[in-house]
């Protein structure tokens, strides 16, 4: 199997993980270990560093890379101070952009998220853009640095799948970077075909989150993107439009019998 | 998790696998074991019970249940001397159904398959029929005393994925038998689609067997299947057509920096 | 443009109506001229035919052919009652069979649906038999004497559009009477495809019934049967993978003004 | 109806249509006629002014309004050289932006087509700019004077339909200037589909032009707009799960006659 690379990291599991949104953050140890993530992204609120109480960060375990968001930012200065502090903090020098100013979709502002990506690539972070899937603005990313292309499936926490998909598997062939689905895979299947479109690894938060059994999912996802690597690398065979027989349908045996 | 019981036996494995296609029949073992597969359909052709040579059954590992299929039979009455042929035989009585007598997208004859569940379920065999996706059908197969139903999501070969979602959804609620997507499934993504659906299996053949190694594609739907299930139990979060934030959108901490 | 004959009549719409759930039946009338239909279906039970009042067969102008369906009829028995009815009562040869003993998605009954063919078109009806998508029973209807099959395309009166089309392309293909899409069609856009694929005419009620304006919506349906089918026989084009200039890139024009 | 008024005009056609790829230029006052449209727009390289020869612009209806489109611009600065260059031949002030350099998928550049927007905008050209679906993109292009936002379906001159929905839905609804759905269409069911979502109009060319009949597959086109926007005004119904009876069911007719 390929390896997935990001930031000089060599990373086993194909599958990042958000924070955000579960019931409670005790789970999230035992989440991190049936999905068999290596990476976690949260937002720095979250983080709550000042507080003496329950501290989401200390529910994630040591082997596991910090992977802070500019969540809350709406434009690319705002990320950038957040994620300095994020690095000030602590929280290690990987950082996902997001760059939001539409409350309604959550739909990611790529030109702002360029800008910010140039900023802190510049300033030795590991950058992970999330992203509208755009070819131009993915190759920018490059341009400016980025680590990795993180392309919406669907607006964030919508479970919709990848309805991108068309707009995805450009960037995959022409992208040169690790591309990670981020947002809106909603199942497990989708996070397998998203793996078998050739993308590098997928980000899922909601989803894990707000399944009855977060741990049964998260382990879920962990076989279905295994699963769809698999596939990816033993590739898979044509579609055809016309039947073919698996078997043989001419019934000799029958007519042997017969006769 | 749930048991899948077919027959009196109580399978772990929820994927079924085929053997036609396969370059060469001394990978099936291997395919076998990577699959987890505990039921192994072929077709009596290839058994080929005479010859001292080669024999595909010498590579079914004897842990599987062996369904022969009745492929070739072009109705009902055929079906049924396949059927008893291979429980003379030795094949043991399980017994997969597939009557066709349409050469260009083999799709299978409801009603003839009915006939022939009737006939062979009276007779003990453990029947699971192929079919064409139809709740009345279905009704009637139960009826007929099948062990299974097992429609088809798209034709035989084509590895054109589940097309028939509409109608195999209203039999899995509607039907209180197993039920087994059967026919078209051509990615590990597909087979986790089929049993978040709430399928109860799925059979593999050509997906498995034309892949560029079969051995892994095997093992990924393995996982994929596992995947699915895990996910059904676990109970899948519903979609959403707004943007539903995973971190806070305020940004307080950089206002908080600013200030 | 190929000509649709039915039952001997050649029919220059390609779209078929019903009169179930309309708000109003003074609003029958407005709707058939809006969607240029020459073909009416109606449950038996709406005629009404003792009643001195209102009634429906009152609203259906004269030049419309008369589509009685035996709606409520749970098997054979019943539909070819209901039809034999119609036909004594003055509604004429033409009948729409539909067999359900499904109540929850109201599924038809292929096999009781094919018996009731039979004996009606012995008898000299019109047969047109509702039917599940299923290559081998459109095949049974064809030997039974039908006029055409009607696949649907969803469930009754759901609005979800064509969710067979696997199958219902295969029928399209293989059977050559007259293949009616009926049941499922929420949309003129998903009519038009209908007519795309290649299919002969299709049925709609539920869509224009329940719409805001069923007279707009009538007249909608009219203009998209017509746009797909003109585009079926003008040939549509292919698809392709890559971008294709439809203007040429290499930009001399400027390159000339440049220098 | 609602009517569509670009750039101070009131179109009576809500489809655009492209003039490349035709097999020979004579047909296209044919296909105009059939198609209904109003704005047609051609590459400059086409329109050819100096020459005596045929010329494209001679064969454009004068009743139709020219949209001379950038294609070959690779930035912002060759597009605004192009559409002035239009302007001083005598093509009119509207112009389509196309700023392509993915010479592979043709993806327009969103960030060079802002540019261009603003500076032609405050030129006083009436501003058409083809891009990728984005809301943010989109809103700078309201920012910038557009007239309307292009987002495309699919790539240009692929026929795929229009695979970006999830993302063209949102921009109909966020983005207060008309919305033309440009490039990918490829049959009139998804033209009616476009505007069935709320798209003031369409961009059509390859699907018209490469048709086996470009006549009658303008008129099918103009049909299936037409019948889009109509469903659209007309309010479509919603999607249920499960049937709903457009007849009644219980067969009381059947029964009082057997009674």
Chains 1, 2, 3, 4 share one sequence.
Not at 190 to 196: F, G
Request: charged share 20%; hydrophobic share 40%.
């Amino acid at each position: 199997m390929n390896q997935l690379v990001i930031g000089g990291k060599t990373l086993q599991s194909r599958l990042l993980i958000g924070t955000g949104k579960f019931p409670d953050k005790k789970i999230v140890p035992e989440v991190v270990e049936a999905s068999g993530t290596q990476v976690v992204t949260m937002a720095l609120r979250r983080v709550d560093l000042d507080s003496k109480e329950d501290n989401l960060l200390d529910y994630i375990p040591k082997h596991c890379t910090l992977l802070p968001n500019t969540s809350g930012a709406r434009n690319a200065d705002e990320a950038v101070r957040i994620a300095r502090l994020a690095r000030t903090m602590g929280c290690g020098n990987w950082v996902k952009i997001e760059v939001i100013s539409d409350n309604k979709y959550l739909l990611p502002d790529n030109m702002e998220t360029v800008r910010a990506t140039e900023i802190l690539a510049k300033e030795g972070f590991v950058v992970l853009p999330y992203m509208n899937p755009d070819l131009m603005s993915a190759k920018r990313l490059v341009d400016a640095g980025a680590a990795t292309v993180m392309p919406l499936g669907a607006p964030i926490g919508t479970n919709r799948g990848i309805r991108t998909k068309e707009l995805i598997q450009i960037i995959i062939e022409e992208i040169d970077i690790p591309v990670v689905v981020d947002a809106g895979i909603g199942r497990p299947s989708e996070a397998a075909e998203a793996m078998e479109m050739g993308a590098d690894a997928v980000l899922v938060n909601t989803a894990i989150a707000t399944a009855n059994s977060p741990v049964h999912m998260g382990k879920a996802f962990h076989l279905a993107v295994q699963a769809g690597r698999l596939a990816y690398e033993a590739q898979l065979g044509r579609q055809s439009t016309y039947g073919n027989a698996s078997s043989p349908l001419t019934g000799f045996l029958y007519e042997g019998v017969n006769s």
